[in-house]
């Protein structure tokens, strides 16, 4: 038996079903494929869109907080490269490939700042691969790993290549945390990458709350999550500043993510849909 799957369900996506592991279990719920579907993408699955259609039902605003959370992303890898000047990106948690991936926005700053993306899901691998045909090959690599590994990621020989570990780094944990249990020491997993991280480098974080929320909407969250491959974890703002120990956080601190750098500020009305924290902080 190929270990590809031929399934129809692949003719929608953007890569060809030929290229789609076995591995991939499409009857699961997956996070990375039902942010997809919040974003709009098409490379999701029936069980994947059934679940993000609950979550919507019980959370209207996720397709929105989705989207402001991508806004971040692009603001924050701008302010890393362009104005704290960092040539090296550490990405885990890369997400399907969609608008303004963090190698595109870092690349209008400077073409030969290299990126390197970490995901555990093989279908993030599958797409990040095809993106990377665009040329960017050569300053940006994709590799499958987990963040609950943090120290078989910094001794993977593909991040030792690529990233110089006594220059500054930008090491993005972008809308990942809430997925690692309390259980998982997630806390100690920010600390173990931090500690090889020389000084200059910068920590770029957003991370799901429910601090805006209803608890009604909270737990029907969980309950959606708790059936998919990683479970939400949202956290309060005490708890998602802790991840900052050791680093400085730069202007505005760690703020309700719209009010994070925005280009025009937010309504009121948007800053009460998005339901995630975010921040920058920098390593002195
Ligand atoms: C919501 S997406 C965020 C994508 C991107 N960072 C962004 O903010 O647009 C979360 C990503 O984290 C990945 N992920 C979740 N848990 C992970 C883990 N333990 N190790 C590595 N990647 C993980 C998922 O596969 C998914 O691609």
């Not at 038996?1 to 030929?18: C, H, L, R, Y």
């Not at 991040?159 to 309390?182: C, G, N, S, T, Y």
């Not at 200059?200 to 709350?209: E, F, I, Y």
Request: with cysteine; glycine share 6%.
């Amino acid at each position: 038996m190929s270990e590809w799957n031929q399934g129809s369900e692949w003719d929608q996506t953007s890569v060809k079903p030929d290229r789609v592991p076995r591995s991939i279990d499409i009857t699961r719920p997956h996070p990375a494929r039902m942010y997809d579907y919040y974003l709009g993408g098409k490379d999701n699955f029936a069980a994947d869109r059934a679940a993000a259609d609950a979550a919507l039902a019980a959370a209207p605003d996720m397709a929105v907080t989705a989207r402001a959370n991508r806004a971040f992303l692009g603001r924050a890898v701008r302010y890393v490269t362009a104005e704290a000047g960092i040539r090296q990106i550490l990405d885990i948690g890369t997400g399907i490939p969609t608008a303004g991936n963090t190698h595109q926005v870092a690349h209008e700053v400077d073409p030969s700042i290299r990126v390197v993306y970490v995901d555990n899901d093989p279908m993030v691998l599958v797409h990040a691969n095809a993106l990377m045909a665009d040329g960017s090959r050569g300053t940006t690599s994709v590799i499958q790993a987990d963040l609950r590994d943090p120290a078989e990621i910094l001794a993977l020989p593909q991040v030792r290549d690529a990233i110089d570990f006594d220059e500054p780094v930008a090491l993005l944990l972008v809308a990942i945390l809430h997925f690692i249990k309390d259980a998982e020491n997630p806390g100690e997993i920010v600390s173990t990458l931090r500690e090889a991280l020389p000084k200059g480098s910068h920590l770029v974080l957003s991370h799901c709350t429910l601090d805006f929320s209803d608890p009604e909407t909270g737990d029907a969250l969980r309950e959606i999550y708790s059936r998919a491959t990683a479970p939400l974890v949202p956290r309060t703002h005490a708890e998602i500043l802790a991840y900052f120990d050791g680093f400085d956080l730069v202007s505005p601190g760690l703020v309700h993510l719209p009010s994070w750098r925005p280009a025009v500020p937010p309504t009121a009305n948007h800053l009460s849909r998005v339901h995630f924290y975010a921040g920058v902080a920098q390593l002195s």
